[in-house]
């Protein structure tokens, strides 16, 4: 290469640096995962019994019993009639399209990845609401987390601990959690300082105010960010049935390979009845919770 040539050419790497790069770090990644992936393993052994015994109730009980619970959870989590009725006739209507043993696999992935998602999500977002260190750290990994194509989550997450549901857990938690996170944190700090203030005057405590008035306060964009979160599991399903994942997703990875159209759209339509039920559910519950705050 001339003296000149890099002002018309970017300067790179040549292939050999770059192959002698890509081997280190793979080799030091394969390494990793024989020395540390038996003990990984081991210590989610605990969830995946648990996931196990989840699906194999929601398979294994009645369907109008599985029906039953979750038109009295919606009702409660909401107090509308509308919605509790939408809540069974759709799933009524998922299972006499043959698609209730793969909706209640997804549920139950859904279920469990969102709740450890809020439950990871929650407490980062309350330690970026009451650090500006701790936002300014958090805040460019969420921005990697969110970009990153969620194919790339598949791959470091199937080479440690192979194909099954925990990768797939994993996967789905990584995937969806930045919403929760980001939101807990704008919610609380949307919130009033003259409140918090006349909180204080009152001899509260900073747990108090949190639990007693901040949190409260917040809840409707801690539920925006819970909304989201299982917007994005969901979305996740049809990818992490790649990895083994049984679900709604493998009709759906079927039918993109064999071009069955109607396949895809029913199992599709599924996933989306699943995500307006509990975005119905959450909104409900997020708008009844501030009402109560509001009237107390």
Request: cysteine-free; charged content about 15%.
């Amino acid at each position: 290469m001339s003296d000149s040539s890099w002002l018309s050419e970017i300067p790179q790497l040549d292939r050999r640096q770059l192959l002698d790069i890509r081997k280190t770090l793979d080799g030091a990644y394969r390494s990793f995962s024989r020395e540390y992936g038996d003990s990984i393993e081991a210590f989610f052994d605990p969830l995946l019994s648990f996931l196990i015994w989840f699906e194999k109730l929601l398979l294994g009980s009645p369907w109008w019993l599985v029906i039953a619970v979750l038109a009295v959870f919606a009702y409660m989590a909401s107090r509308s009639w509308k919605l509790t009725l939408g809540v069974v006739l759709a799933f009524f209507l998922i299972g006499f399209f043959g698609m209730w043993d793969n909706t209640m696999r997804t549920m139950s992935i859904i279920l469990v990845s969102t709740s450890l998602a809020v439950l990871i999500g929650i407490p980062i977002g309350i330690s970026m609401a009451r650090s500006d260190r701790v936002q300014s750290v958090v805040t460019p990994i969420l921005d990697i987390m969110q970009t990153m194509p969620a194919f790339v989550y598949l791959i470091p997450v199937v080479m440690l601990l192979g194909i099954g549901k925990i990768p797939g857990v994993i996967a789905v938690i990584i995937y969806a959690v930045p919403p929760v996170i980001r939101l807990t944190n704008l919610g609380i700090r949307l919130v009033d300082k003259e409140v918090l203030e006349a909180a204080t005057a009152y001899g509260a405590s900073p747990m108090q105010r949190l639990f007693g008035v901040q949190l409260p306060l917040a809840m409707p964009n801690i539920m925006a960010g819970i909304n989201q979160t299982i917007m994005m599991a969901l979305a996740m399903v049809v990818i992490a049935s790649m990895i083994g994942v049984k679900g709604l997703g493998q009709p759906v990875l079927k039918a993109i390979t064999n071009q069955y159209f109607t396949l895809g759209l029913l199992n599709g339509l599924a996933i989306v009845v699943l995500a307006i039920i509990f975005d119905r559910i959450s909104q409900g519950y997020a708008k009844r919770t501030l009402q109560n705050f509001g009237g107390q």
